[in-house]
């Protein structure tokens, strides 16, 4: 089983750890495409500060990202678990799962990412800034770069299980699980129902996604199929619907919450 989750634009920055080694990260075999963008990456953040902050969307008020950027391969490093942060992470809170639940979590969550592909939790990586939707300079879109590798690696990862994949579509973009998988892949549409009319709310999305992961993770299962993964949601308390699928397709579960799921949000 792989649980794959988004990356968060928003990091912690390590204040001391190792510096970057691509050798030491999980599915070895992106390391190319990896050195590829992460040296493409310095070039641009060592440049024109303007240009740089053009081509990665960001702010004046940024410029310690860009800074951060080219010093990529300086910069300390920790867990993936521990620099990536943001409502979902702040809610699967791996830092205070029970020992069993966070061995779980090495095993079988990863998280995307435009810079590195695939993480998996305990990756040690630097806090740097470069997201699915840019195109870096000499080599296009990051995303183009990831499509014909990434996928076999997510094929790979799930086993014989199940691929839950939980990306937002800017990371979907980075490699779409293989058709071959389909009937085990399973996406999650978060639906915040109020005054009995049902939508997509990002914070909530991104809040009840990370306490899906978590729930998962503290019961203990593993489910091998979608039904048991439905089964086991539905018995930890949620409310989770599956809309019919065309076949050779993922299938979507829609997880509906209301206020009381929520409290004080």
């Known amino acids: 089983m792989l649980v794959l989750l988004p990356p968060s634009e928003g ?19 992106l390391t190319p495409v990896r050195e590829q963008l992460s040296r493409a990456l310095v070039r641009l953040a060592s440049g024109s500060s303007k240009r740089a902050a053009e081509v990665l969307g960001l702010g004046p008020t940024q410029a310690d990202a860009i800074e951060a950027d080219a010093r990529l391969w300086e ?17 699967l809170d791996l830092a205070s799962l029970d020992a069993a639940a966070r061995e779980r979590a090495s095993r079988t969550v990863g998280v995307a990412s435009a810079l590195f592909g695939a993480l998996r939790i305990d990756d040690p990586i630097p806090a740097y800034r470069l997201s699915g939707g840019v195109s ?33 579509g800017t990371y979907v973009s980075l490699g779409k699980p293989e058709a071959a998988i389909a009937d085990r892949t399973v996406t999650v549409r978060v639906l915040h129902e109020a005054n009995g009319v049902r939508k997509v709310v990002s914070h ?39 809309p019919a699928v065309s076949p050779g397709k993922p299938t979507q579960l829609d997880v509906v919450t209301t206020e009381a799921d929520h409290p004080g949000a």
Do not use: M
Not at 75 to 91: H, R, W
Not at 152 to 168: P, V
């Open 11 to 29: 990091k912690t920055s390590p204040s001391a750890g190792p510096a970057l080694d691509l050798e030491a990260l999980s599915f070895p075999r």
């Open 75 to 91: 910069l300390p490093c920790a867990p993936a678990a521990e620099v990536y942060t943001g409502v979902l992470f702040g809610e």
């Open 136 to 168: 870096l300079p000499r080599l296009g879109p990051v995303a183009s770069r990831w499509r014909a590798r990434l996928p076999q690696e997510l094929t790979q990862a799930a086993g014989d299980g199940l691929l839950i994949d939980l990306r937002s």
């Open 204 to 242: 909530f999305n991104k809040a009840t996604k990370g306490q899906l992961v978590r729930a998962l993770l503290q019961s203990g299962a593993e489910p091998a199929t979608v039904d048991e993964l439905v089964d086991v949601w539905s018995d930890l308390g949620w409310h989770v619907e599956r």
